[in-house]
């Protein structure tokens, strides 16, 4: 079957402006994860949905950092007013619930 | 930030050898997971260890965990080209919290 899916797979954006960033998650799955991964680290946390429950945000950098699921499926991360410390890739990954996490290919964010 | 640390940074080795990687953790951990990266295929889970577990197999994967020792080793037998990757090893906290932490990464070439 299909994996995780994300679009794009690319964005430059110029500086203060908004981006979205959407997730298909493998059908069927409960739990999805948002990760920001910078160049040469490993990816971190920003956030977790249980169905269209968001149960952490604590990973969220700032209040500019917003992201949805409103039907328990696909999810939709939104920065707005982008900063330069904002490029990076985004991953989304989905599971069942305590099982293992499943990875899209990330959108690799540019900030200009 | 990172739950952690792997070390080496970088391990480059003849194809055929044994490679070990190593990472370590700071808080307690319901399990820890291994993942791979590389460009062609995105972040592709390996193996989980839970914390009750010491040693697990899978193909010519071998995982160990020192939970005393809040540390964990990726063994990769009879390596091949295909391996090259970055590898990192994720936590997953305690129950009812399943968002990853990972570690730094470590970079592995594989020289035909």
């Known amino acids: 079957g299909a994996g995780v899916s994300q679009s794009p797979r690319y964005k430059v954006a110029k500086r203060g402006q908004d981006v979205a960033l959407r997730c298909d998650p493998i059908?069927?799955?409960?739990?999805l994860f948002w990760y920001q991964q910078a160049l040469g680290q490993g990816p971190e946390f920003l956030t977790y949905f249980q169905n269209e429950a968001q149960l952490d945000k604590s990973g969220l950098p700032s209040d500019r950092f917003f992201a949805e699921r409103p039907e328990g499926s696909v999810s939709t991360l939104k920065i707005q007013r982008t900063q330069q410390e904002d490029s990076a890739v985004y991953l989304c990954a989905s599971s069942l619930v305590l099982y293992e996490q499943y990875f899209g290919p990330g959108t690799r964010l540019t900030v200009t | 930030s990172q739950q952690g640390e792997e070390d080496p940074q970088a391990l480059s080795i003849q194809e055929g050898e044994n490679a070990t990687m190593n990472c370590s953790y700071k808080?307690?951990?319901?399990?820890l997971q291994w993942y791979r990266q590389n460009s062609g295929r995105g972040l592709v889970h390996l193996i989980l260890?839970?914390?009750?577990?010491r040693e697990k197999h899978s193909g010519r994967l071998r995982v160990t965990l020192d939970t005393s020792k809040k540390s964990s080793s990726l063994l990769i037998t009879a390596s091949r080209a295909a391996d090259t990757a970055s590898y990192f090893c994720?936590?997953?906290?305690?129950?009812?919290?399943?968002?990853?932490?990972f570690g730094t990464g470590t970079r592995l070439t594989i020289i035909p």
């Open positions: 059908s069927g799955h409960v739990s």
């Open positions: 260890i839970r914390s009750n577990e």
């Open positions: 994720a936590t997953e906290g305690d129950f009812g919290n399943e968002k990853l932490t």
């Open positions: 808080t307690s951990i319901n399990n």
